[in-house]
T-cell receptor
Framework: NAGVMQNPRHLVRRRGQEARLRCSPMKGHSHVYWYRQLPEEGLKFMVYLQKENIIDESGMPKERFSAEFPKEGPSILRIQQVVRGDSAAYFC????????????FGPGTRLTVL | DAKTTQPTSMDCAEGRAANLPCNHSTISGNEYVYWYRQIHSQGPQYIIHGLKNNETNEMASLIITEDRKSSTLILPHATLRDTAVYYCIVPRGEEAGNMLTFGGGTRLMVKP
């Protein structure tokens, strides 16, 4: 059973460009979480999604950031008009059908904004 | 959500047991204690979780005190590859989406 997949693993963008980060949950998992880790800091929750629904986006910046988890395909975290402060590691986690189950993390996408 | 308190750092000799403590005095009766670790800059790795009974798996053992206000993660024979930041987490619960709040964790250094 493959683990949580994230791609790309490394992404370099210039200021003002768009960044798209993809997360494929473990097989059979329908809950996806996105976390961000700024340099030298701990992970911070961003958004929690189920298929076709955003359940909680309380940790996501109000502007430029959006997330989706379509019926088919991976979950996407989209950052528009990136700024240098968006440089961070973005981790996705997934859990099975109930939200109280254990979350398993992917390897992360390291975003560098030049 | 229950707050956890962990020592900032610990050292352990290779081959010895590593005992990592965690205080969670405000934990409620139906909240679990989870342990994750992050090796260098990799994705957090799930280790173990428990409610009130002691738990053991292939990676570690979890000892939870009877009043549930603290717990200890035990790595029975630490190796250099166990050097990592270890996080003790009490998730916010199903009504809050069970998201994880990562504190500072304990930086475990396993030394030869």
């Amino acid at each position: 059973n493959a683990g949580v997949m994230q791609n790309p693993r490394h992404l370099v963008r210039r200021r003002g460009q768009e960044a798209r980060l993809r997360c494929s949950p473990m097989k059979g998992h329908s809950h996806v979480y996105w976390y961000r880790q700024l340099p030298e800091e701990g992970l911070k929750f961003m958004v929690y999604l189920q298929k076709e629904n955003i359940i909680d986006e309380s940790g996501m910046p109000k502007e430029r950031f959006s997330a989706e988890f379509p019926k088919e395909g991976p979950s996407i975290l989209r950052i528009q008009q990136v700024v240098r402060g968006d440089s961070a590691a973005y981790f996705c986690a997934s859990s099975p059908s109930t939200s109280t189950d254990t979350q398993y993390f992917g390897p992360g996408t390291r975003l560098t904004v030049l | 959500d229950a707050k956890t308190t962990q020592p900032t750092s610990m050292d352990c000799a290779e081959g010895r047991a590593a005992n990592l403590p965690c205080n969670h005095s405000t934990i409620s009766g139906n909240e679990y204690v989870y342990w994750y670790r992050q090796i260098h800059s990799q994705g957090p790795q799930y280790i173990i979780h428990g409610l009130k009974n002691n738990e053991t798996n292939e990676m570690a053992s979890l000892i939870i005190t009877e009043d549930r206000k603290s717990s200890t993660l035990i790595l029975p024979h630490a190796t250099l590859r166990d050097t990592a930041v270890y996080y003790c987490i009490v998730p916010r619960g199903e009504e809050a989406g069970n998201m994880l709040t990562f504190g500072g964790g304990t930086r475990l250094m396993v030394k030869p």
